[in-house]
């Protein structure tokens, strides 16, 4: 029996990494290169990083600038990964983060928090938006898509009360779920990968050791979880072997929390 749509190998994958210049974003990139991908790397302001990246494997990265908020860019974006290398995407990892550290005591409180601190992550679901609106008519035309995107354990376990950075990812995992439901028919599967704190990122640099000494302890494989590692569970969603799962929210951190 014939499958009703393919499921592509990485070497048949052409892939958008948002953020893709540093910290999670960098190990995503190099995690879908290693298996064979033709990969993009997204920047706003690593231009340097993002070329360097590049440079390592010029036959299959592409280094371009876009702001994930401005569908425009988003939109010249996707044209140029497609006119570069021939092909639609086919593949979306949302990693891009608005700028946030991770310091819980710099966090803002309930009683002192701004909208305008809201809106700010909520950048998050509308870089989501726009990759996705600016890449689905490609997928459709292949019939195949894979859209990843980069959550966290703090909705299930607010162990820090980030309320900015938790509203806004539990936003984007409504988001993955309704898109799910939304693109099936065509052959497009929207996941979501959650770590929590990883050591180390920009964002996770201003963390006190302690707090990940803390994390550790509690977690049943006693260390913290790496970029890397969460970058294989990316790579997972990816590949042929997830074609039958969509719309699902996999919790990476070491067992800190169950589903």
């Known amino acids: 029996m014939t499958e009703r749509y393919p499921a592509l190998n990485f070497d048949q994958q052409i892939v958008l990494v948002t ?3 540093r910290g999670l974003g960098a190990s995503l990139v ?33 280094a371009l600038k876009a702001d994930v908020c401005d569908p425009a860019a988003v939109q010249h974006m996707a044209n140029q990964a497609q006119a570069h290398f021939g092909s639609p995407i086919t593949t979306v990892v949302n990693n891009a983060l608005p700028d946030f550290s991770f310091n ?5 409180t309930l009683e ?14 509308q870089g989501a938006l726009n990759t996705m609106q600016a890449t689905l008519p490609g997928m459709k035309s292949l019939g ?11 909705f299930q376990n607010p162990v820090v009360p980030y309320h ?11 988001l ?21 704190l990883l050591q180390t990122t920009d964002a996770s640099a201003a963390t ?31 590949s042929p072997w997830a074609r039958a799962i969509t719309g699902q929210n996999l919790v990476v951190d070491g067992g800190l929390v169950k589903n």
Do not use: C
């Open 144 to 154: 195949f898509g894979r859209i990843i995107n980069i959550g966290t354990n703090l």
């Open 176 to 196: 993955t779920r309704t898109a799910a439901q939304d693109l099936g028919a065509a052959g497009i599967t929207v996941n979501m990968v959650s770590g929590g």
């Open 30 to 62: 190099n995690a879908f290169l290693q298996a064979g991908a033709r990969v993009v790397i997204n920047y706003r302001t690593s231009q340097s990083a993002a070329d360097q990246r590049a440079s390592l494997a010029p036959a299959h990265a592409l």
């Open 104 to 108: 819980g005591d710099a966090r803002p």
């Open 19 to 21: 953020g893709g210049a």
């Open 112 to 125: 002192n928090l701004s909208w305008g601190s809201m809106q700010a992550q909520m950048g998050a679901v």
């Open 164 to 174: 900015d950075y938790t509203a806004a990812k539990a936003a984007l995992l409504a």
């Open 208 to 238: 006190p050791p302690a707090v990940f000494d803390l994390i550790a302890a509690n977690t049943p494989l006693r260390r913290v979880v790496t970029p890397d590692e969460l970058a294989d569970a990316v790579l997972f969603f990816a």
